[in-house]
């Protein structure tokens, strides 16, 4: 298994700022995943990131929204610009797994926008 | 991308088995299944995988019908600590989450 730190754990932000997450992994791994948890709510994907590429997100989702860095195959930021309470959620961050469809994943960001 | 249905919440006591159905009518010949369980304010966390016929490893087993079109996911003797939501997923490689199960245990 990876080990996958997230990192803030959790923040409180004003509307209209930005908040940047960062997912450091212990290992090289091609693909990561970002997704939002709202209260209450499966996962989301938000995007997947990969090393030396645009991120690619799903319906929904705009990088001018959810900027994504992948400076190199250990690390990613995914930034939630603009914030308003509806950003409100836990985002997480994520990697394949050895088998497919096998996922470890972060902890976590509590984010709460007021 | 294939749709999985799950019932939406579960109770159950201490010392029971839980059997868990997914139902994945339009699941495609190379997409495997998956089951995730999350506790509260927790990333999800690696189940039990399986492609056909059953699975079984130290945590859970896993039935699949020789038609593929659902799962079970099979908890022996539950816990109160196997109070959780438990998310069955299919797929090659992207994972797109349903809603999930909620399980509750009592003592």
Redesign the interface.
């Known amino acids: 298994s990876a080990v996958i730190s997230q990192k803030p754990s959790r923040d409180i932000c004003q509307r209209g700022t930005s908040l940047t997450i960062q997912c450091q992994v212990d290992s090289q791994v091609t693909m990561m995943f970002w997704y939002r948890q709202q209260p209450g709510q499966s996962l989301t994907l938000i995007a997947t990131a990969n090393q030396g590429s645009e991120a690619t997100y799903e319906s929904g989702f705009v990088i001018d929204k959810f900027p994504i860095s992948r400076p190199n195959l250990t690390f990613s930021t995914l930034t939630v610009s603009n914030m308003s309470p509806e950003d409100s959620s836990i985002y997480l961050c994520s990697i394949p797994g050895l088998r497919d469809t096998e996922a470890f994943f972060g902890q976590g960001t509590r984010l709460t926008v007021v | 991308l294939a749709k999985t249905t799950q019932p939406i919440s579960m109770d159950s006591y201490e010392g029971q088995e839980v059997n868990i159905t997914c139902s994945h009518n339009n699941i495609a010949t190379n997409?495997?299944i998956?089951w995730y369980q999350q506790f509260p304010?927790?990333?999800?966390?690696?189940i039990i995988?399986g492609y056909k016929t059953k699975v079984t490893n130290e945590v859970a087993s896993l039935f699949i019908p020789a038609d593929r079109k659902s799962s079970t996911l099979s908890l022996p003797r539950v816990s109160l600590s196997d109070t959780a939501v438990y998310?069955c997923?299919?797929?090659?490689?992207?994972?797109?989450?349903?809603?999930?199960t909620r399980l509750q245990v009592f003592p």
């Not at chain 2, 304010?41 to 690696?46: A, D, L, T």
């Open positions: 997409d495997y998956t304010s927790q990333g999800p966390r690696f995988q998310y997923l299919v797929g090659p490689d992207k994972l797109i989450f349903g809603t999930g």
